[in-house]
């Protein structure tokens, strides 16, 4: 019997093709929609493979409720979205798509630290209302330098790590990291940047950039106490997961001054967006998740997915499988594994 395959939502044509060009019964929804669990759960029964996106809900009732599946593959890096315990335990593998995303999000990171601290989006609106009749000394959009400044990173994988990159090469900016893994001193040296505890990464930020996965430790750990920790003229960015922010208290340390402004990707109630954010227009620059949205990154992560679907229902192990220890085996030997 031909394996089936279900593609959760819109994927690229050629990924769909991938599936079908390797003799899978393939079931791909055009629609970028997510649909609700039930009707998830009613579309997966019977299924071996599932390409999911970020906005499923693949939990352990999910799961149950497919005893046939065999691989989940995520259009993600991350897979906060999947109840991986429930899925190893099932004998499912669960699959992401690191590192083809990591430039893309370093750019978007950098895109947000520039367009908040010079405010950017507000000299576009000021310009095309009409507003701007002459150049002055005291501008409206007087934003903060960035160049040689302090820049914080929590969380400090290969997204903050490449994040620092751009800082120190092409900012001259000074570097603190908090990991819950420090990395060894001559990486640090290689990098040039400083492990520091978080305390003192909040102290000395003018720029603080979130990039730490979210966990049960990480939700809400940039929370009222963090933020009141951080300097009145700092500038927060988050382009990693939401819940890692508490929206509520950002809202009030901006509304009181407490920091001087955030540039997010992603929110805590995604795709809800916090009015009192939605409401602010200085220093706060709002954008719908673009972090790996360059063409040729969604392409390649959407092969990546697909391409970990056939591996596994072929017997293979896929390249970056996320539960290494998921039984049964889904193939024995790969030349690399998911982080």
Known sequence: MTPRVVVSQYVFPEAVDQLRRAGFDVEARNDDEPLPPEQ???????????????????????????????????????????????????????????????????DLTWSLILATARRVPEGDAFLRAGRYTHWKLAQEQLGADVFGQSLGIYGFGKIGQAVARRAVGGFDMTVRYHDAHRLPRDRERELGVTYAEMDELLATADFLSVHAPLTESTRHGIDATALARMKPSAILVNTARGPIVDEAAL????????????????????????????????RVVLLPHLGSATASTRRRMAAIAVGNVIDALSGRRPRTLVNTDVRPAVGATSDETGA
Do not use: K, W
């Open 40 to 106: 998830l759960q009613e579309l997966v029964r019977g299924a071996a493979g599932l390409v999911s996106m970020l906005t499923d809900r693949i939990d352990a009732d999910f799961l149950a409720s497919a005893p046939d599946l065999s691989v989940v593959a995520n259009v993600a890096v991350g897979y906060d979205n999947i109840d991986v315990a429930a899925a190893t335990r099932a004998g499912i593998a669960v699959c992401n798509t690191p590192d083809v995303l990591t430039d893309a999000t370093a």
């Open 251 to 282: 809202v009030e340390a901006l509304a009181t001054g407490s920091i001087a402004g955030a540039g997010l990707d992603v929110y805590e109630d995604e795709p809800t967006v916090h009015p009192g954010l939605v409401e602010q227009r200085e």
